[in-house]
């Protein structure tokens, strides 16, 4: 099976920063994209930011200039800078990943989820 693990969130001020990490792990044949999510309360879980095996980032207009993500593409890891964090950045941050890996009896693809983790921005 695969497991995608999140670390890093917690209780921030505003203007403060944070350095969310997610690691894939399992019999993983390939991933392609990585990337995170996020649900306020009340909203739609919505994309944050991803990265591609191949290709350029992708991020949503509100964390353009503010957050960061990259890939290491050897440990399966992608993590994500948030600074100059505000409070309308509190939700729960999942981290999403489209893979293939190798079950024992074959081969299966699809989007795997992290557990999520809290952010809260408050003074």
């Known amino acids: 099976q695969v497991q995608l693990v999140e670390s890093g969130g917690g209780l921030v001020q505003p203007g403060g920063s944070l350095r969310l990490s997610c690691a894939a792990s399992g019999r993983i044949v390939s991933i392609n994209a990585m990337g995170w999510y996020r649900q306020a309360p009340g909203k739609q879980r919505e994309l944050v930011a991803a990265v591609p095996s191949r290709g350029s980032t992708n991020y949503a207009d509100s964390v353009k200039g503010q957050f960061t993500i990259s890939r290491n593409n050897a440990k399966n890891t992608v993590p994500l800078q948030m600074n100059s964090l505000k409070p309308e950045n509190t939700a729960v941050y999942y981290c999403?990943?489209?893979?293939?890996?190798?079950?024992?009896?074959?081969?299966?693809?699809?989007?795997?989820w992290g557990q999520g983790t809290q952010v809260t921005v408050s003074s």
């Open positions: 999403k990943a489209d893979l293939t890996y190798f079950s024992g009896s074959g081969y299966n693809s699809g989007d795997y």
